[in-house]
């Protein structure tokens, strides 16, 4: 019996073994798509922009005449806004990472919505499609927040500029702010192409893009980051969208932070 007890160890241990290195290395080959999907997307959503910049640089270098000013502008803008889209895109990855290995500092601060709304809208202006409009409401001034500035920067501009991304031209794009007892609930609204109800439950998952999104340039990262950073900051996002009917996301923000 002992050789027996023995021999049952050995094949507890052996299984036990096999299981461990079988998780190694599903983990390793997951890790490696990642990879491999991850610089797939960064050359991807790369190439467009810079093509985009080398050409309105040729043609700047072109327009040298005073009357050609329009012109110059032009590509001058187009230049502004594709640096601008490849430095966001480059901040969500360098956000995924440091949000990966722990590293995020946060910084609670008090400041009013307002100012982060003016600066986001202030931006989302230029992205804007033809006629499409962004309306807020006046109750922003009054709001007090005590939370992470940047952060929430850094989230309601993703929410508006998909909100803009997704939507058609002429649409309006509405931002609400409800005051709860203990928390502010903050609704970008929009009327644009909506999210399949099958395609829902991905929708925070890291590089997920619904099937009618893949027209329009997109990484899958912002919403996730978003939602990492909202949580880890004792806030959270939610959505409700139908299809070709328009999408709500809805951030709650506690009042005071003290659970953190
Ligand atoms: P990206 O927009 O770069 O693809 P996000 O993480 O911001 O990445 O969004 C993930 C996906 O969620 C999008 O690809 C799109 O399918 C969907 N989505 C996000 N916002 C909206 C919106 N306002 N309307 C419709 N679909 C949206």
Request: net charge negative.
């Amino acid at each position: 019996t002992e050789r027996k007890n023995y021999t049952e160890k050995l094949e507890k241990k052996v299984e036990e073994r096999t299981k461990q290195l079988t998780e190694a290395l599903a983990k390793e080959k997951e890790l490696n798509e990642l990879k491999t999907r991850f610089l797939s997307l960064v050359s991807h959503e790369f190439k467009t922009p810079l093509s985009s910049i080398l050409t309105s640089i040729t043609l700047l270098g072109k327009y040298t005449e005073t009357e050609q000013q329009e012109k110059r502008d032009k590509h001058v803008n187009t230049i502004k806004n594709k640096v601008k889209y490849l430095d966001t895109i480059l901040n969500d990855f360098l956000s995924v990472e440091r949000l990966e290995s722990g590293k995020v500092n946060y910084k609670i601060e008090i400041f009013s919505l307002s100012k982060i709304v003016n600066e986001v809208i202030y931006n989302a202006n230029m992205l804007l499609k033809s006629g499409q409009k962004i309306q807020y409401p006046d109750n922003i001034d009054e709001i007090i927040l005590q939370f992470d500035e940047k952060t929430l920067e850094l989230v309601l501009s993703n929410l508006i500029h998909n909100a803009i991304k997704y939507s058609p031209e002429d649409s309006i794009i509405e931002l609400k702010v409800e005051i709860e007892e203990e928390e502010f609930v903050v609704k970008v609204i929009d009327e644009g192409i909506g999210i399949p109800n099958e395609e829902q439950k991905h929708i925070f998952d890291r590089y997920f893009r619904a099937e009618n999104a893949l027209v329009t340039q997109g990484t899958g990262i912002g919403l996730n980051i978003a939602k990492q950073h909202l949580e880890n900051l004792g806030a959270s996002i939610k959505f409700s969208s139908r299809e070709n009917m328009g999408s709500t996301f809805i951030l709650h923000i506690p009042k005071t932070l003290n659970t953190i």
